[in-house]
């Protein structure tokens, strides 16, 4: 299976400015999917979208391939994933990659490693699934029987059911993390999908599913990284 992996990272972020270029213990944020992305063993070629130069330089200093420059058009605050990923795949057929299967790798996600990357691609095979794609636990205080609407001032259950208070009576129910790895055949994506109707779900800790949105989330993960940087010491 010839597996293209696409790290998306456009420029012009507002919630933190220059968000993929941000330092995270002394290296850029995209540093950590570039060094996830090239330790896999499934990944058969990696390359980054960006409409940005210098993201792009960021990116070929690590290692990683620009082969072509995202269009403005597909670069705004509301752009879906799914025509990036529809460009990135025709603009490597035109340039002689026929990819069976894509990889988003979001550089949000910087405490995904190269073996969830792997997981996901053996499941994609094993599984005969259109996508994989990575899941987190909820935790059960949001979980859905315990969520709670305001309506008129009072607190009332968020669904048409009693209030379930117990942990070890709610029902085990998963979140999307990002993703931080999404698997999917390449034909599911130019049909118009980013996930298909058959998705098969990897499970990531709370701690491998840190997304980096704010600049508070920035420092979660400064400080995971830094105690597993002590651990090895």
């Not at 090239?38 to 290692?63: F, H, N, P, Q, Y």
């Not at 752009?79 to 299967?101: E, I, Y």
């Not at 094993?126 to 305001?150: K, L």
């Not at 920035?218 to 597993?228: D, I, K, T």
Request: contains cysteine.
């Amino acid at each position: 299976m010839r597996v293209l992996a696409v790290i998306p990272a456009r420029g012009g972020s507002k919630g933190i400015p220059d968000k993929n270029l941000a330092r995270v213990c002394g290296r850029p944020l995209l540093a950590y999917t570039a060094d996830a992305a090239k330790a896999s063993t499934r990944v058969t070629r990696t390359i980054v979208s960006t409409d940005d130069d210098r993201i792009a330089e960021c990116a070929r200093s690590l290692g990683l391939e620009v082969p072509f420059m995202r269009p403005a058009s597909l670069a705004g605050d509301e752009t879906p994933m799914l025509p990036v990923l529809q460009h990135a795949l025709d603009a490597m057929d035109a340039r002689g990659f026929a990819a069976d299967a894509v990889v988003l790798l979001q550089p949000t996600s910087p405490l995904r490693r190269a073996e969830h990357i792997d997981a996901a691609i053996d499941s994609l095979e094993r599984a005969g699934a259109d996508s994989v794609v990575s899941v987190v636990e909820v935790p059960h205080q949001f979980n859905p029987v315990s969520v709670m609407r305001i309506e008129d001032g009072w607190l009332k259950p968020f669904l048409d059911a009693p209030t379930v208070t117990r942990r070890q009576d709610k029902p085990r129910v998963f979140a999307r993390n990002g993703p931080a790895v999404l698997a999917v055949l390449a034909n599911v994506v130019k049909g118009g999908s980013l996930y298909g109707t058959r998705s098969w779900p990897l499970g990531m800790s709370a701690e491998e599913s840190l997304d980096v949105d704010t600049a508070w989330d920035l420092r979660l993960v400064e400080a995971v990284l830094s105690a597993r940087a002590s651990a090895r010491t």
